[in-house]
């Protein structure tokens, strides 16, 4: 199958939450985790997204000068996962600070930076467009979130390694996880990993996870 090497890169709690109850956002990274991501940002071809993030954070998705040095910014492409095609026309994947592809299920057109595709029929058939995205060159694609993307790209064997920053604190209720969609009913259905590496970052602690699917 052709697609892009995926990494996940996401933020949480110790107790595995992503965002506040209600999905309100919470900055949970610190600076010095945000240097890292930053870096990663710009080692990467494209950014992906749900449209869920989109409309609870409204992020940039961008790389930061000061976290990766002047004169070396590449700004990944911004893709957003939309099936309905919601992005508001003013949320800041729209502004021209990077390209923005938009993948729905509804409509396709090109407006200067921003480009609109269609890919799937209920949601965007993802394994379609690991093919798109690839065919276009896409190499290295860091997946960001939130909580269902993430399920779905790991669910469909589509990962191949994950990074989660843990800060030192607890959010509790039924906030967003790290993975949520459907989860697992069954023992088989759990996803496993291998630690590759933990260490001490700012504050907090990161954990690199290979998935171990099952060949
Ligand atoms: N701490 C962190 O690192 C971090 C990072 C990012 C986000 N977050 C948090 O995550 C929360 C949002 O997560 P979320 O789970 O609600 O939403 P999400 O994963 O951002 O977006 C999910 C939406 O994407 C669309 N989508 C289209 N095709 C899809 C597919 N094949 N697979 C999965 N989704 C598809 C669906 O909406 P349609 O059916 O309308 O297309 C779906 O409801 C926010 O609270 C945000 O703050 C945290």
């Given at each position: 199958?052709?697609?892009?090497?995926?990494?996940?890169?996401?933020?949480?709690?110790?107790?595995?939450?992503?965002?506040?109850?209600?999905?309100?956002?919470?900055?949970?990274?610190?600076?010095?985790?945000?240097?890292?991501?930053?870096?990663?940002?710009?080692?990467?071809?494209?950014?992906?997204?749900?449209?869920?993030?989109?409309?609870?954070?409204?992020?940039?998705?961008?790389?930061?000068?000061?976290?990766?040095?002047?004169?070396?910014?590449?700004?990944?492409?911004?893709?957003?996962?939309?099936?309905?095609?919601?992005?508001?026309?003013?949320?800041?994947?729209m502004?021209?600070?990077?390209?923005?592809?938009?993948?729905?299920?509804?409509?396709?057109?090109?407006?200067?930076?921003?480009?609109?595709?269609?890919?799937?029929?209920?949601?965007?058939?993802?394994?379609?467009?690991?093919?798109?995205?690839?065919?276009r060159?896409?190499?290295?694609?860091?997946?960001?979130?939130?909580?269902?993307?993430?399920?779905?790209?790991?669910?469909?064997?589509?990962?191949?390694?994950?990074?989660?920053?843990?800060?030192?604190?607890?959010?509790?209720?039924?906030?967003?996880?790290?993975?949520?969609?459907?989860?697992a009913?069954k023992?088989?259905?759990?996803?496993?990993?291998?630690?590759?590496?933990?260490?001490?970052?700012?504050?907090?602690?990161?954990?690199?996870?290979?998935?171990?699917?099952?060949?």
């Amino acid at each position: 199958m052709k697609k892009p090497h995926v990494i996940i890169n996401c933020a949480a709690s110790i107790d595995g939450k992503i965002a506040l109850v209600g999905k309100k956002p919470l900055k949970i990274s610190s600076e010095e985790d945000m240097a890292r991501v930053h870096k990663l940002r710009n080692e990467c071809d494209a950014i992906l997204v749900g449209i869920e993030t989109v409309l609870a954070d409204d992020p940039k998705l961008t790389v930061k000068e000061k976290y990766v040095g002047a004169g070396k910014v590449k700004q990944p492409l911004r893709i957003v996962l939309d099936s309905r095609f919601r992005t508001p026309e003013n949320a800041e994947v729209m502004k021209p600070n990077a390209k923005t592809l938009i993948v729905t299920t509804c409509k396709e057109f090109k407006k200067g930076h921003v480009e609109v595709i269609k890919c799937g029929d209920d949601r965007v058939d993802l394994i379609k467009l690991m093919e798109i995205l690839y065919d276009r060159g896409v190499r290295k694609l860091l997946v960001e979130g939130g909580s269902t993307v993430i399920w779905e790209f790991l669910k469909n064997g589509l990962v191949d390694e994950m990074f989660v920053f843990f800060a030192p604190i607890i959010i509790g209720g039924n906030a967003p996880g790290i993975a949520g969609g459907e989860g697992a009913t069954k023992e088989e259905d759990v996803i496993k990993f291998e630690i590759k590496e933990m260490e001490r970052v700012g504050g907090g602690f990161l954990l690199h996870l290979i998935p171990q699917y099952e060949q």
